[in-house]
T-cell receptor, first 112, second 111 residues
Framework: DSGVTQTPKHLITATGQRVTLRCSPR?????VYWYQQSLDQGLQFLIQ???????AKGNILERFSAQQFPDLHSELNLSSLELGDSALYFC???????????FGQGTRLTVV | QKEVEQDPGPLSVPEGAIVSLNCTYS??????FMWYRQYSRKGPELLMY????GNKEDGRFTAQVDKSSKYISLFIRDSQPSDSATYLC???????????FGKGTSLLVTP
């Protein structure tokens, strides 16, 4: 167990809908990262938050947004969902650097 | 062209074999090199972490980085069926912000 908790584990929703994925980082970790994993693209970095502030942005669509709350948990919001958004979404956390990050078990999103 | 290239396999070896997994990359700014293991339906788990060039050994695992060739390797000695997983290489240009992952190599170790 990495200590990073993601909920829900599975999510099935229809196109056009909006969902929220939640991540609780390891105790003491200030950085949270979101990654998307699909068969054709592999693991793609979406966004990083550090102590409540956005620190880096990767290949995140405008339909997606994230935030990190004062208690350091993070949420990834996905809206106007399309079939192509079906993927595994991972959260990772670290004290600071991405090289020290531990990953959660992921949320499997299926858009039908 | 992706910055990090990795042969997806699958790679099938008998138990006890030496396994060689490789990645190539194009961004010379990468300084940190990592190998992750991912079991089916699980999150990636950090195996090895190397800074700049050289070798690093941890039990049955050895990581090698050749920055002049932009090539990294992971060797697994005395492979076990429990090593069957997808192995992902990842790299960081010292920004500390995000990792660039290869697509992963699927490994099957047969008893």
């Amino acid at each position: 167990d990495s200590g990073v908790t993601q909920t829900p584990k599975h999510l099935i929703t229809a196109t056009g809908q909006r969902v929220t994925l939640r991540c609780s980082p390891r105790s003491g970790d200030l950085s949270v990262y979101w990654y998307q994993q699909s068969l054709d693209q592999g693991l793609q970095f979406l966004i990083q938050y550090y102590n409540g502030e956005e620190r880096a942005k990767g290949n995140i669509l405008e339909r997606f947004s994230a935030q990190q709350f004062p208690d350091l948990h993070s949420e990834l919001n996905l809206s106007s969902l399309e079939l192509g958004d079906s993927a595994l979404y991972f959260c990772a956390s670290s004290p600071d650097r991405a090289t020290e990050a531990f990953f959660g078990q992921g949320t499997r999103l299926t858009v039908v | 062209q992706k910055e990090v290239e990795q042969d997806p396999g699958p790679l099938s070896v008998p138990e006890g074999a030496i396994v060689s997994l490789n990645c190539t990359y194009s961004n010379s700014a990468f300084q940190y090199f990592m190998w992750y293991r991912q079991y089916s339906r699980k999150g990636p788990e950090l195996l090895m972490y190397t800074y700049s060039s050289g070798n690093k050994e941890d039990g049955r695992f050895t990581a090698q980085v050749d920055k002049s060739s932009k090539y990294i390797s992971l060797f697994i000695r005395d492979s076990q069926p429990s090593d069957s997983a997808t192995y992902l290489c990842a790299m960081d240009p010292n920004s500390g912000y995000a990792l660039n992952f290869g697509k992963g190599t699927s490994l099957l170790v047969t008893p």
